[in-house]
């Protein structure tokens, strides 16, 4: 039989607004949808697409999954939040070919998205628009003393930070423990941002600094920003703050 | 005089396929454009829209042009490859708003793009699977130990790296001295790859390693990515190698 092909699509943070052509295209093609319930019912319902939409928080499985269907011909499309390749699925589905040859026969695309970071950034000003880092607080897949070796090393290198996947239920602790971490690195007066759900009906900013940074108001939904030494607020229309970290650093300003 | 309005707006890497929807109607609502001639040329013209195309490389100068255009009741799109929040116009424009404060008057908003990583990282696999940062290798803006330091620190780290504004003819030397570094650091066997110009009709990509990588094949186009010590390479359909770096780090492979 011939293999169908299977497709990583980003979905973006949310609005439609922020959804790439290129994914409108190859979920209008898809014959198969696999995901997580809530990025599933993102795509509406039409003949002939079928949804397999999971709670199985395994992204090893959906994979695996959506290479078996596309063995048997079907074109699937494996949906994600923000883009696919950062701390999404892309690499979930790379791990599934790397383990099982036979899935070598399915062309495999990826379709990418606005990440988390960019739509926070957009709503922020400019925090990211110098050196900066991505990192994921989960220690779920890494140890956490490689996630605090992490943020030693973005402070020796004083880079921005964007922080996801910050809070959790089953680890509670783990944001505090981290701003402790970078408390005795960094200047307390550094510029934090909370960003939460942005590019839904219930986004919310949160502006502070990483001396007053309160965890409680951080949940799995938010992107947090920690600055550099550089990153600073500047002032705009009605006394709203922008959070800016300059394109030069450690030189006169122009 | 009421202000207009001024947007900062980002096309995204080449092809239209890869520029969100609210970049469009960003631009759509524009009466000016201004930006380096290559971005302003990808806006088709239009009657009342009228385009100030710059070879100007001061980023600062074309933002405060903007915001005086906007002062003058115009609304104006300052428009940027990729993501302007990411090494592009975002951050001087809020640069120019911080310098003067009669811009306070101007309404300012930021429309992001999809960035060349994210690009590059479709068509590579999974090169940012997991913690990686984001720099530009440029010692226009800022000192070349900072760059250094900053190298160290991501080797320390063990990011993936995402090199910007790689190579250019005023300091050929900078991405020689840069994978020099690094290889007193990493592994040489460490996967690397060079994309260049993705999403453009003459898109390349290159798959290398650190003790094998030829700054002779990079130019400014190209985007430079440096895995860490758990990035590899995965078979896929036809003999294709894909990048990945997986989801888990230091632990046993599920």
Chains 1, 2 share one sequence.
């Not at 695309?109 to 922020?124: D, E, I, K, N, T």
Request: charged residues 20%; aromatic residues 6%.
């Amino acid at each position: 039989m011939t293999a169908g092909t299977l497709a990583v699509v980003g979905l973006g943070p949310g609005t439609a607004d922020w959804r790439l052509p290129e994914a409108e295209v190859a979920l209008a093609a898809a014959t198969d949808l696999v995901g997580y319930i809530p990025y599933v019912e993102r795509v509406p319902e039409r003949p002939g697409l079928i949804r397999h939409a999971s709670d199985n928080r395994v992204e090893i499985d959906r994979a695996r999954h959506a290479f078996a269907l596309a063995l048997e011909g079907r074109h699937v499309a494996v949906v994600s939040g923000g883009d696919p390749g950062v701390f999404a699925m892309a690499a979930a589905v790379f791990e599934a070919l790397e383990g099982e040859p036979a899935f070598r026969a399915v062309p495999v695309r990826v379709v990418p998205g606005l990440s988390a970071m960019q739509a926070a950034a957009a709503r922020l000003g400019a925090p990211l628009g110098h050196d900066f880092c991505a990192m994921s607080l989960s220690d779920n897949l890494k140890p956490w003393d490689v996630v605090l070796r992490r943020l030693t090393a973005v402070a020796q290198g004083d880079f921005v930070l964007a922080l996801y996947n910050p809070a959790s239920k089953a680890r509670p602790t783990r944001l505090g423990e981290a701003f402790g971490h970078l408390r005795a690195l960094k200047d307390a007066a550094t510029p934090v941002a909370f960003a939460r759900a942005i590019g839904r009906p219930d986004e919310r900013i949160h502006l502070t600094s990483l001396g007053e940074a309160d965890p409680a108001l951080v949940d799995m939904a938010t992107l947090v920003v920690i600055g550099s030494s550089e990153t600073r607020w500047v002032a705009g229309a009605d006394g709203r703050r922008w959070m800016l970290t300059p394109r030069s650093y450690g030189m006169a300003r122009p």
